[in-house]
């Protein structure tokens, strides 16, 4: 749990990245044959197949967070904020912000309760304790980002709760697939990509730096299991999700029969990962190029984008098993 605590913990809002790629980084280096970085800090792992016949497999797990950026500081010194990804404002009022630098405030809004329902980020303001602007100035200037305060918490049932879990959970998957798979039969690029909140931003990219044969979508997907909304697939506790479709893509057809295989033969806890909304970097990927056969391992989550999320380590660790499974399957 000490990497997945650090995972969460690390600032990383959408193009803040540096911290996280540096984790990530350090977490990986001594396990594969090169990392690589790109113009759009994308963090690239390459781990060499050793397999006759291996296909160059690009794993993709995004590594940025949801955020705030500071607009302007007023008078009395509340910061107004614009977001950076999306951000439901109902359930962040009264949560706690944390900015780059360590400032720590209160997340607030400035109209009556009704108005929350037009989830305008416009509305809220950041309370971090300032006399005034000016003292306010000293910790937190216009540009700077927060992110929210969650610390990794323990829950009943293998469960955990932190900010950041969307997904850091899913490098989380990823990284421990790669150092745990020492000798992958294929030749296995895990990219830990930038900027997928504001628009897959970092898989456009890498899958051109890359030019995978085929991909897999490291992501969490909606769990629908609680009384907000049960009208879906994934639950907390099914085990790893296989993602057959959502809004941006429709997963390879022979590769969620491979996934379905490897979870059959090596007893893997399964299901399915359908979709009305929402979409991953397997969106970007799978039309790059000439075209990528690509495929999802979601991670079941509750509170998806909200100040904290929550999965079970029984699915995660299902995706690992999954996840390692693909890396020495020949395709």
């Known amino acids: 749990m000490e990497i997945l605590e650090k995972l969460t913990a690390t600032f990383g809002v959408s ?39 291996k296909k160059k497999i690009m794993v993709s797990a995004h590594k940025d967070e949801i955020g705030f950026m500071v607009m302007y500081i007023d008078s009395d010194g509340y910061i107004y904020l614009r977001p950076v990804g999306g951000i439901p404002v109902s359930v962040s009022i009264g949560n706690r912000i944390i900015f780059r630098n360590g400032t720590v405030g209160v997340l607030c809004f400035k109209k009556d309760v009704e108005s929350i329902k037009n989830n305008n980020v416009g509305d809220m303001f950041a309370d971090i304790g300032a006399k005034n602007k000016e003292d306010a100035m000293n910790y937190v200037k216009p540009g700077d980002m927060g992110s929210y305060y969650g610390p990794l918490c323990m829950l009943k049932n293998d469960r955990v709760v932190a900010k950041a879990l969307d ?143 929550m999965v079970d380590m029984n699915d995660v660790k299902a995706c690992i098993e999954l996840l390692k499974g693909f890396a020495n399957q020949k395709i």
């Open 15 to 53: 193009g803040r990245e540096s911290e996280i790629n540096q984790v990530i980084t350090d977490l990986v280096k001594d396990h594969v044959d090169r990392v690589m970085t790109d113009g759009i800090d994308n963090v690239i792992a390459v781990k060499n197949g050793y397999g006759k016949d």
């Open 167 to 309: 997904n850091r959970i899913g490098c989380y998957v990823a990284i421990k697939a790669l150092t745990e798979n020492t000798e992958p039969y294929n030749d296995m690029y895990y990219v830990f990509t930038s900027q997928e909140e504001l628009g897959l931003k970092g898989a456009i990219v890498a899958s051109r730096v890359v030019q995978p044969e085929i991909a897999v979508a490291v992501d969490v997907t909606s769990s629908f299991d609680t009384p907000i909304t049960k009208e879906g697939n994934a639950v907390l506790g099914g085990g790893a999700a296989i993602k057959v479709m959502d809004r941006s893509v429709i997963c390879d057809e022979s590769l969620i029969g491979i996934m379905q295989d490897i979870c059959k033969k090596n007893d893997i806890a399964n299901q399915s990962d359908i979709l009305a909304a929402g979409g991953t970097d397997a969106g970007a990927i799978y039309t790059s190029n000439q075209g990528v056969r690509t495929g999802g391992i979601s991670i079941p989550m509750r509170y998806v984008h909200g100040p904290v999320g």
